[in-house]
Every structure is written in structure tokens, then in C-alpha cells.
């Protein structure tokens, strides 16, 4: 993995002025010498400085040919897809993020794209639906939010043994824990507005490619479709990037602490977090997520209801009831009425994502004030409710 040291020293100084932060090039548009000469930009749609030292810093941390930032994590989702034409068919996670089944399956699907939603931890489930057709194969690895773990470099042969692509979503593992393309992932997605950027102060996403000819695609789509990331939230990503490698080290502590905590509650019905011996697929998580499990856990309830999961989120101090993750303040959220309330209620339990489903993310504030606040807001829920006396 890329240490603090890598991470801070690929970040340039900035030529013209020695600055050692990399400046905000607020511009729309660049002074040229003459038609088509000009210092290496023209219009900021094509292209920013700024932006362009972000892409360059996400593109290192990930081992990619290059990188490509975009408005929002879906964003960079749907330039990955209009990759494919009418006909071609993805095999996605089932547990995928909400946002992205909502993309796939109502935009993209009645302009002829096919999907099929598996769980990608067993093979079998990819290869029934391996057809010519098969262009993508789509995972999260761990998912969100269930933290399913795939063996990407499994599926990797899978992909290339039927010449489709594999697209990873890295967001939940991070550069700072996981590289998919070293493992053989053709394209990483992340939603910047995570771990990247930080401090939940920032919405954006980012695509990184494995080859020049995915890389050269995909900057064509950037370009003509327009929606890049603006230099000040460049700016704030690369800041945020700086200190990421420290602060997934802190959050994944934390993490560690309390899904061990929640394993031995007994309000609790299950815990997922791929740091536990306990995840089924642990072993593949220790190879894959060098030295880090990521500060997100997620756990279901034994009275499995809205009432109780809404009753909890509601009742944290520190813990914020919020749509995020992956920031220096702790946040919550009951996926199946936030992140999830797209996915159709069937589809959600399904792919195990239970009413009283909750998703935490740990933030950096001292670990023992993190666990009280989860303690006090299980002895709520886990009191008996008075009965009546006659």
C-alpha cells in the first residue's frame, strides 16, 4: 500500500510559484497563443490544473494508467457505463449501493442494457448468467452495506476468460487498503466523497483505468458528456488525500473495537465487518485489504423492525444520523429508508438488508466515547416495555 510519505510527496509543488499546496485554478477558460497552441489547456471542461494534480495523485495511490474526477460518485458511475451499446449486459453485486441500482435499472435498462444482480461471493452466480453478451462484470468489494466480500482476483479470470471488463468499486476498502487493479480490476470506482475527500465537505467521484485505451475512452466521455469536478472540490480532495493513510488507520481501530462489541450484544442478530473472524469471508478480506478493514460495520437487530433501527439512529450523541460515510465525524443511517429506500423492498431482503438494518461509520473521536454512545443507545431498545398493571 502507498505510505503517508508516497501519498504526500506525489502531490506536486506547483511550478509557476513554488506553492507548496496545489492552487485553485479558478477559471473557465485559458489564453491561447493561437488557434490550438496554448500551455496545455484551453477550456476547464477539457481540462484544470487543479483537477489535473488530483487525477494524477488518485491514479498513483491506485497503480492506474490514469484517473478522472467527476461531479459525484454517480457520475463516474454513469461514464463507466455509457462504455457499453444497446444489448450489452452487466453482472452486478446484488448488495450494490442504492444509487447505482436506480442508474442501472432506470435509466440505463429501458435504453437496452441488461443487468443481472448475483452475489458475487460464489462463482456460480456469475457464470449462469455469462452470455456473448456479457460486457461488464460490476462488484463492490465490500459492498455496501452489507460488506459482502468478492475475490477480485477470481473474478478477474472470469471476466477475461469471456473478454469483459471488471469494474470495482472501491469506495468502502480505499486506496489506503485495497488496490483492485493490482488484483486485476480493468477499472476502479470511487465515490471521493467518502474516504478521499475526508470531511464530508465535498461531493465527487472519481473513475481510474487500468490501460491507455480505457484511459483515452473514458476522457472522451469526461469531455463530451461534462461532468468534471470543479477545482475547489479538487482542491479539497487532494487535501483530504493527505492525510488519508492515517486516518483509515484510526477509523479502522475504532471499527474493529465496536463491531466486536456489537458481536457479543445481545440486541444483536448479526454484525457485519470483513475484520471479524467471523465474516464469512474474512480470509479473502485479509488478503485483499492489506492492514485495514475499514471503519464501516453494519448490523441487524434481533427484533428485527424499522421502529427499533429508527429508535436507535435517533437516539446517538456522537454518531450523527446522516448519508455518508467514511469522514472524521462518526455518522449512521438505517439503509432500508436512506441509501437503499430506491431498491425495492423484496430486492433489499434479499440481498440481506434487513428493516432494522443499521450502517455505521466510524469517525476519529476517541474510541471509548464512540462504544458508550453505542452502548446507551442499545440499552434503549433493549429494555422491556412496562406492562400495563390492573
Same mark, same amino acid.
Given at each position: ?17 513554488? %506553492? ?41 495511490? &491506485?497503480? $492506474? ?23 450489452? &449486459? ?49 462488484? /463492490? ?16 479470470? #472470469? ?38 475527500? $475526508? ?10 483505468? =487500468?490501460?491507455? &485505451?480505457?484511459?483515452? +475512452?473514458? =476522457?472522451?466521455?469526461?469531455?463530451? %458528456? ?22 483509515? /488507520? ?33 480470509? #479473502?478480506? +485479509? ?6 478493514? $475499514?471503519?464501516?460495520? %453494519? ?7 424499522? /421502529? ?11 454518531? =450523527? ?39 455505521? %461509520?466510524? $469517525?476519529?473521536?476517541?474510541? /471509548?466515547?464512540?462504544?458508550?454512545? #453505542? ?16
Amino acid at each position: 500500500m502507498s505510505s503517508t510519505t508516497d501519498i504526500l510527496h506525489s502531490i506536486p509543488v506547483d511550478e509557476l510559484t513554488g %506553492s507548496l499546496s496545489v492552487p485553485v485554478y479558478q477559471t473557465a477558460t485559458f489564453v491561447q497563443e493561437a488557434p490550438g497552441v496554448n500551455k496545455g489547456y484551453d477550456y476547464a471542461r477539457s481540462g484544470n490544473p487543479t483537477r489535473h494534480a488530483l487525477e494524477s495523485v488518485v491514479a498513483k495511490l &491506485e497503480g $492506474g494508467h490514469s484517473a478522472f474526477a467527476f461531479a459525484t460518485g454517480l457520475a463516474a458511475i454513469d461514464s463507466v457505463i455509457k462504455l457499453l451499446s444497446t444489448g450489452d &449486459e452487466i453482472i452486478a453485486v446484488d448488495d450494490i449501493y442504492g444509487g447505482a441500482y436506480r442508474l442501472f435499472t432506470h435509466v440505463y435498462q429501458k435504453l437496452g442494457i441488461k443487468i443481472h444482480y448475483v452475489d458475487t461471493t460464489d462463482d456460480d452466480n456469475i457464470l449462469k448468467f455469462v452470455n456473448q453478451n456479457t460486457k461488464l462484470i460490476w462488484i /463492490e468489494s465490500p459492498t455496501n452495506p452489507t460488506l459482502k466480500i468478492t475475490d477480485i482476483a477470481h473474478v478477474s479470470k #472470469i471476466a477475461k476468460s469471456i473478454n469483459a471488463l471488471l469494474v470495482v468499486d472501491n469506495t468502502f476498502a480505499s486506496p489506503a487498503s485495497q488496490k483492485p487493479i493490482q488484483l486485476g480490476a480493468d477499472i476502479v470506482i470511487h465515490s471521493a466523497t467518502k474516504y478521499l475527500g $475526508g470531511h464530508s465537505d465535498l461531493l465527487a467521484g472519481i473513475v481510474v483505468t =487500468k490501460t491507455e &485505451e480505457l484511459s483515452e +475512452k473514458i =476522457k472522451f466521455i469526461q469531455n463530451a %458528456s461534462g461532468g468534471i469536478l470543479g477545482p475547489w472540490d479538487c482542491f479539497l480532495a487532494i487535501r483530504g488525500i493527505e492525510t488519508l493513510n492515517l486516518r483509515v /488507520e484510526r477509523q479502522s481501530e475504532t471499527a474493529y473495537k465496536i463491531a466486536h462489541f456489537l458481536e457479543q450484544h445481545e440486541a444483536v442478530d448479526q454484525v457485519h465487518y470483513p475484520g471479524l473472524v467471523s465474516h464469512k469471508n474474512h480470509e #479473502i478480506a +485479509k488478503k485483499q485489504q492489506k492492514g485495514s478493514f $475499514g471503519s464501516i460495520i %453494519s448490523f441487524s437487530l434481533k427484533d428485527d423492525t424499522s /421502529e427499533n433501527a429508527v429508535k436507535f439512529v435517533t437516539s446517538t450523541k456522537y454518531f =450523527k444520523l446522516a448519508e455518508s460515510l467514511g469522514g472524521v465525524k462518526s455518522l449512521l443511517c438505517q439503509p432500508a429508508q436512506m441509501t437503499h429506500a430506491s431498491v425495492p423492498r423484496e430486492k433489499r431482503l434479499s440481498s440481506g438488508i434487513q428493516d432494522s438494518l443499521i450502517r455505521l %461509520s466510524c $469517525g476519529i473521536e476517541e474510541t /471509548e466515547d464512540l462504544l458508550n454512545d #453505542i452502548k446507551k443507545a442499545l440499552d434503549l431498545i433493549s429494555k422491556p416495555k412496562n406492562k400495563l398493571v390492573v
